[in-house]
């Protein structure tokens, strides 16, 4: 690996320092990629009354229980030690028959021929160990960027650390869509928690402090859905459960092995790298054709030793020669270090890739379903207009733009809005109301602060609406803050068919200008016997009346038209999923191009249809609104049944199914949930649309290249195997020895794992069709160029070596020309490959500075195969005389002609783009 990969690999495993307070005291553990990625998700301002202790540990006590306790891990998370690299790599079978060359070099008594093939042994397990142990840390890393993190309090001062970074004694925030990180005790808060995990419940658990599960009498053991030995303290939180709903602080009382999921033995922390599918495909291929060397060279051993009546050692030495010229064991490096390090090149354009499979089917993805919040726009709401109902057919409204102040008419819809917005908001659009609420309500009757919920109804599938329930004026008595869909607040209200029209007329004209639009709604509720009595199911029971509209503006992100023109090019498919007003949707998708047909589907309209009758309609429509996460489920699976590949984004806990589905789920760094990261595949730490156009172009040139490395191994590998087995079939001298295939592999191996890796993408990347994602590079198909220019390789340098014996006979003058002219075609080969729409000299000079640094390296060991008489005396070479280049020339430049007739006759229209 070259020195700039070593910099960025350690950049990603750099410490980040945190810096609490004046002493910049260290917390370890904490990687990123630079200080801008810190957090995946910025740290909330907190609500906290004077009760809860909202000062934590400090810096200093923090470490020393770290340093006591040591990290919050579950056992297993130990990273691939050096040895079981090292290992690894020794039991290769390439390196166990180099081993065994050696060995019959010294049975034959040369032992210089010996020691130098073990040095260069030697040598090529360093670099492969080197490569391995490079790749395997760039994993950790970007497994230990993905690892789970926590909101703790430390200092007075709100903190997102690493996981394994908590310690007994940390309060912690906790809120819908977090993973619990440690074993806690809640403090403040009521949290609806998924404990299915460990009890294999569906149904969420209710948690709440003590002192509220006293004031509510309720006995511990009828908590719906918590097994009898776990739920005998609600107030008990568990690690790697899931926050469904709520807001808490915690302290954490159990860290590691002696949480409960430690102290039954699963190892839930513990981010497996899977092998991708190509990685598993190559493995198989490269076990048969190792299955296939050893027969064949066995075969070879016995001819030459029982036919030929050749000595059995220089037999066995012929035989291992040619089982190492068959086997492509470069594949399998290709593989994983391009996997890799794409997965960190994605990681530098903020792409954190979670699963590595992934980044192989990016350049498949035929079909983008994106949300519209936050990643098609810029996720930073700001209320545009309020609404209020004159009592005609007409509507007063108010915009902030260039008032000085909020008329009296217009409080009454503020507060309520206000009141039915969470006190510490994560979703952009209710930061949006609270903002306006602080700065429009200041100074007047109507500001509500630090008013806590007496109950809670939250959005559902069935009721597109949240309603907050706080203590009235009198005993008994409770007003009710409604806001959500407006159709869904106007039946809440049970208003008139007269006022609902109305009232989808405002939001019709707002969502036209590409608002999204809320209702508000309040009521009062009179419990008629006391607290005891029970609360309604359901807010339907709820008397309510209507207060108003709230719009609020998203802008576009100024870089998404652009990538969206790119997508169409590229012949990718773009399908907005949103749970906005489809008059919002729809307007938005003609500001960015998305979009300019009319039709809409919307979450009622996938309720009517069935899959058959939606596949249809799917055809004709890129926009489906109003979509319940289900719905997303459901759109996802009908698209890949009908042969797409799609990749889709997601934040939410109940988007995780789907994204989890998807052929690549991207979950959103700074909005998303834990559960939408854990179940995606890719995190766009920044939010961006442009940065997954971004990834599906890397995912094209990593594929691109990979199938550029291949072609080229198995290209180079024919020349090998023609000439470790023909001059045997023939009766003709025998010259390629392991010696000589462990240096070729010297120049090999690199030129696949840093060569080909550093290519960068061709010009008509985003110009051709998705790929089929069950293509494969290692199909006859893709390879039958690289082994016809292997072969064409093989027959002139067959040819010239049976010319060289004709004319000179065998010795070191004909073999040592035919290895010089062997090296210089890999070379060639590497530029043949390289870029196949243009000649292979042509590439010579290009973007690619290693392409010069190997052309380098190549003359300086010709030049010492050729003048250093050690060496040369060795490897069997020799000075070549005035003619011998002349008849190398003529070699070279035969092997250029049948490289370009090939590439010209396999060459094909460059792929119109598509729109």
């Not at 027969?295 to 070879?300: D, K, N």
């Amino acid at each position: 690996m070259d020195r700039r990969v070593n910099a960025h690999i350690r950049l990603m495993q750099t410490v980040i320092v945190a810096t609490n307070n004046a002493d910049q005291r260290c917390y370890s553990g904490v990687l990123a990629m630079h200080s801008a990625q810190k957090q995946l998700v910025e740290p909330p301002a907190l609500n906290r009354d004077a009760s809860s202790p909202v000062a934590g540990l400090s810096a200093t006590a923090a470490a020393l229980k770290l340093a006591a306790d040591g990290p919050n891990e579950l056992p297993g998370n130990a990273p691939t030690s050096n040895l079981l690299l090292l290992r690894q790599v020794l039991t290769e079978p390439m390196f166990l028959m180099l081993l065994a060359a050696g060995s019959i070099y010294f049975a034959l008594g040369d032992r210089t021929e010996a020691l130098l093939l073990l040095g260069f042994v030697v040598l090529v397990i360093a670099l492969t160990w080197l490569e391995q142990h490079k790749t395997q840390r760039t994993l950790e890393s970007l497994r230990d960027l993905s690892a789970p993190r926590a909101l703790v309090i430390r200092d007075q001062q709100t903190l997102r650390i690493a996981a394994r970074d908590l310690v007994c004694g940390d309060i912690i925030i906790l809120r819908e869509g977090d993973r619990i990180a440690a074993d806690a005790t809640l403090l403040s808060g009521q949290l609806a928690v998924n404990e299915s995990l460990l009890t294999g419940e569906a149904m969420p658990v209710q948690k709440m402090t003590r002192q509220q599960h006293q004031d509510a009498s309720v006995p511990a053991a009828a908590v719906a859905g918590a097994a009898a030995d776990v739920a005998a303290d609600v107030s008990t939180l568990f690690a790697s459960t899931v926050v469904v709903s709520g807001l808490g602080q915690a302290v954490v009382h159990a860290t590691a092995g002696a949480t409960a999921v430690g102290q039954i033995g699963k190892d839930l922390a513990k981010s497996q790298i899977q092998p991708s599918a190509l990685q598993t495909a190559s493995g198989q291929l490269v076990r048969r054709l190792g299955v296939l060397a050893l027969l064949i060279a066995l075969c070879q051993v016995l001819l030459a030793w029982g036919w030929d009546q050749q000595p059995l050692l220089p037999s066995l030495l012929s035989g291992i020669a040619l089982a190492m010229a068959i086997l492509p064991e470069e594949i399998p490096v290709i593989l994983t270090v391009f996997l890799a390090m794409g997965a960190w090149r994605l990681a530098q354009q903020k792409v954190l890739t979670r699963r590595v499979a992934a980044v192989e089917s990016l350049g498949a993805v035929s079909v983008l379903a994106v949300d519209k919040t936050g990643t098609l726009t810029l996720n930073q709401m700001q209320v545009a207009a309020l609404a209020i109902p004159t009592g005609q057919d007409s509507a007063e409204q108010f915009s902030p733009a260039d008032a000085k102040s909020l008329p009296e008419a217009f409080h009454s819809l503020t507060e309520f809005a206000m009141l039915a917005t969470p006190g510490d908001p994560f979703d952009p659009m209710e930061q949006a109301i609270q903002q306006f609420s602080d700065r429009w309500l200041a100074g007047t009757e109507h500001v509500r602060d630090g008013r806590q919920p007496e109950r809670e109804y939250p959005l559902s599938a069935d009721i597109l609406a949240m309603t907050k329930v706080f203590a009235g004026n009198t005993p008994r008595q409770y007003v009710l803050a409604a806001k959500g869909a407006p159709e869904a607040i106007a039946d809440l209200c049970h208003l008139t068919p007269a006022q609902c029209g109305q009232i989808q007329t405002q939001v019709h004209a707002m969502a036209q200008r590409g608002w999204r639009v809320l209702g508000v709604a309040r009521g009062l509720w009179q419990q008629a016997n006391g607290r005891d009595s029970g609360w309604p199911d359901s807010q339907h029971q709820f008397d309510f009346s209507f207060c108003g509209l709230v719009a609020l503006a998203d802008p576009p992100r100024p870089e998404v038209p652009a990538a969206i023109a790119e997508c169409r090019q590229a012949g990718i498919r773009l399908l907005m999923l949103t749970g906005d007003h489809a008059d919002t949707a729809r307007a938005i998708a003609a500001q960015i191009g998305l979009s300019e047909r009319p039709e809409v589907l919307t979450g009622v309209d996938l309720a009517a249809l069935d899959d058959t009758a939606l596949s249809a309609r799917l055809h004709k429509t890129d926009i489906c609104a109003r979509l319940q996460p289900s719905d997303k489920l459901r759109l996802v699976t009908l698209l890949q049944q009908q042969g797409e590949v799609v990749a889709m984004t997601g934040d939410g806990v109940n988007d995780a199914p789907a994204l989890k589905a998807a052929d690549i789920g991207i979950a959103m760094g700074q909005r998303g949930t834990d559960v939408a990261r854990e179940a995606a595949a890719l995190v766009l730490l920044d939010d961006s649309f442009s940065r997954i156009v971004s990834a599906i172009r890397r995912g094209r040139r990593i594929y691109d290249n990979i199938g550029k490395a291949t072609q080229f191994t198995f290209a180079v590998h024919m020349p090998i195997i023609a000439l470790a087995l023909v001059p045997a079939l023939l009766h003709w001298p025998a010259f390629l020895l392991p010696v000589h295939i462990v240096l070729l592999e010297l120049i090999i191996n690199p030129a696949c794992s840093i060569i080909f890796e550093a290519e960068p993408g061709a010009t008509d990347l985003m110009q051709r069709p998705p790929r089929d994602l069950h293509t494969s590079p290692f199909s006859l198909h893709q390879l039958g160029q690289g082994l016809l220019q292997g072969a064409g390789i093989a027959v002139i340098l067959l040819c010239m070596y049976g010319w060289l014996l004709a004319r000179h006979g065998a010795g070191v003058r004909s073999s040592s020309l035919i290895v010089l002219m062997l090296l210089l075609s890999v070379f060639l080969l590497i530029l043949a490959n390289r870029d196949r729409a243009r000649p292979a000299l042509s590439g010579l000079f290009s973007q690619n500075r290693w392409v010069m640094r190997l052309a380098l390296i190549m003359i300086l060991l010709l030049g010492l195969l050729m003048w250093l008489r050690p060496l040369g005396a060795v490897m069997g070479t020799m000075a070549p005389a005035g003619a011998d280049f002349m008849v190398a020339a003529v070699g070279i430049v035969l092997m250029l002609l049948w490289l370009e007739l090939l590439r010209r006759t396999s060459a094909v229209a460059p792929a119109k783009p598509v729109v």
